[in-house]
C-alpha cells in the first residue's frame, strides 16, 4: 500500500522580502499505484510540489501523508520515495552498477551478492545489461536515462517522483520511452508521480492528471475527462492540440454575439448558460465541420488562410473576413485538399461547443 495525500500543501518563498506563492493550497490523493501527471506551463510549481514531496523543500502549510503518516517533517532518506530528475543525476566517476547498487549499500542491510543479482535483474528488465561496467560518460542520453530509472526501481520504493525524466532526449526516443515507462509502472505498480510540461506526455503517461496554473490546481481528472470536461478556460486551451478556438460573446436574447459572428442557443444550452452576461464559446478543431453549402444558424462564411499539413490529418487555419489574419483552426481529413484563399463554409455544431463564464473562467457546460 501508498497512498499519497497532499492536502491543503503550500509553499512561499522569500523573495527578499516579498512572498512568492510557488504552490497555493493543493489538495490531491493519489492511489496506490497509480501514475499521476502533475502538468503545466513553466513556473506553475510542479517542481516545487515533487520536491516537498520528496523532502527536498520544507511545506510552508497543509500536510503531505504517506499511507497516512505526516511526512511533513521527515528528512528524505527517511520517506521510502525513489526521485528521476531531467539531469539523471548519476555519479561520472562509478561505473553503472556501481551508480545502481550505491543507494542500496548505503541505506540497506542487504548482502553484496542480493544486491549484485538486484541489479543484475533490473539491468535485464530495461535492457542495460551490456552498459553495467561503463561510465555515466561513456552512455548515450536515453541510456543513462536507463540507469537513472535502474537506480530508483532498485530501491523498491513505495513512491516514484519523476521530475521530466525525457525531457533532454529526441522526439523518437522520449515518445518510445514513454511507452516503456508507462509499461514498468504498471508492472512494477509503484505509486508514481510524473512532472511534465508536456500535455502528450501527460495525455498519454498519466491515470489521472493534475493540472496547474500559477501554484492553483486547476482539475484533477483523466485524460479524457480533462480533454472532454475541462473544468475551466484553463485547462481548456492547455490540453489539446491545437487548441480549443475561443470566441468571446455577448448573452443577448437567447444568442450568443460576437464581434465576427452570432450563435443562437437551444433552450437547453441556455439553461446552463443561466445569468451570465459574457461567455467564451469554445470549440475543438477537430469539430469544426468543413461543409460545401451553409445551411443552418451554425454555419459560417470563412475563408481558408493556410493549410498545415500533418499527414493523416489538416490543420486548417481560416479567417471570417477575404483578408483578415486566421480566427480559428479546424482539423479535417489528411486526404483533404483545400486551398489558400479558398471560400469554405464552416460548421460549429451545437453539440460539440464548450462555453464558459468570461469573467470567472469556469466551464458552463
Ligand atoms: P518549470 O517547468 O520551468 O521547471 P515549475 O512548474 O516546475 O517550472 P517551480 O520550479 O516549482 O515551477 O517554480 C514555481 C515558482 O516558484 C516560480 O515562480 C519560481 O520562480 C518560484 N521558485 C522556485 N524555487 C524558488 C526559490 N528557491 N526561491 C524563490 N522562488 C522560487
Redesign the pocket.
Known amino acids: 500500500m501508498a497512498e499519497l495525500t497532499l492536502d491543503n500543501v503550500t509553499k512561499v518563498?522569500d523573495?527578499n522580502g516579498s512572498d512568492?506563492v510557488?504552490v497555493d493550497d493543493v489538495s490531491i490523493d493519489i492511489a496506490d499505484g497509480e501514475f499521476l501527471v502533475l502538468v503545466?506551463p513553466?513556473?506553475?510549481?510542479?517542481?516545487?510540489?515533487l520536491r516537498m514531496i520528496a523532502g527536498l523543500e520544507t511545506i510552508s502549510g497543509g500536510e503531505i501523508r504517506l499511507d497516512g503518516d505526516v511526512v511533513n517533517g521527515k528528512p528524505p532518506r527517511d520517506r521510502d520515495i525513489a526521485m528521476v530528475f531531467q539531469s539523471y543525476a548519476l555519479y561520472p566517476h562509478m561505473t553503472v552498477k556501481q551508480n545502481m547498487s550505491f543507494g542500496l549499500e548505503e541505506s540497506t542491510d542487504m548482502s553484496d551478492g542480493e544486491i549484485s543479482s538486484l541489479v543484475t535483474e533490473t539491468a535485464e528488465m530495461l535492457s542495460i545489461s551490456p552498459l553495467l561496467e561503463r561510465k555515466p560518460g561513456e552512455l548515450s542520453g536515453g541510456q543513462q536515462q536507463r540507469v537513472a530509472l535502474g537506480r530508483a526501481i532498485v530501491r523498491d520504493p513505495k513512491v516514484f517522483l519523476m521530475d521530466?525524466p525525457l525531457s533532454n532526449l529526441d522526439a523518437k526516443l522520449r515518445s518510445q520511452m514513454r511507452t516503456e515507462l508507462q509499461r514498468l509502472q504498471e508492472d512494477l505498480g509503484v505509486t508514481t508521480v510524473y512532472?511534465t510540461?508536456d500535455q502528450t506526455e501527460a495525455m498519454t503517461m498519466g491515470d489521472r492528471i493534475a493540472i496547474?496554473n500559477d501554484?492553483v490546481l486547476q482539475q484533477v481528472a483523466t485524460p479524457l475527462e480533462a480533454y472532454h470536461q475541462p473544468a475551466n478556460l484553463f485547462v481548456a486551451g492547455f490540453v489539446g492540440e491545437p487548441s480549443m478556438n475561443f470566441f468571446e460573446m455577448e448573452v443577448r436574447d437567447g444568442r450568443l454575439v460576437g464581434d465576427q459572428f452570432d450563435y443562437p442557443l437551444s433552450e437547453e444550452t441556455l439553461a446552463a448558460v443561466g445569468d451570465a452576461d459574457r461567455v467564451t464559446l469554445g470549440i475543438r478543431p477537430e469539430d469544426v465541420q468543413l461543409v460545401d453549402e451553409g445551411s443552418g444558424d451554425h454555419d459560417f462564411g470563412t475563408v481558408v488562410d493556410v493549410v498545415e499539413p500533418m499527414g493523416n490529418e489538416n490543420n486548417v487555419y481560416l479567417g471570417f473576413a477575404t483578408d483578415g489574419p486566421a480566427d480559428f483552426v479546424a482539423t479535417i481529413d489528411g486526404m483533404r485538399t483545400l486551398e489558400a484563399g479558398q471560400p469554405v463554409v464552416a460548421r460549429i455544431p451545437e453539440s460539440a461547443i464548450h462555453l464558459f463564464d468570461t469573467e470567472t473562467g469556469a466551464a458552463l457546460r
Open positions: 518563498f523573495d512568492i510557488a503545466g513553466s513556473g506553475c510549481g510542479k517542481s516545487t510540489t521530466e512532472v510540461h496547474l501554484g
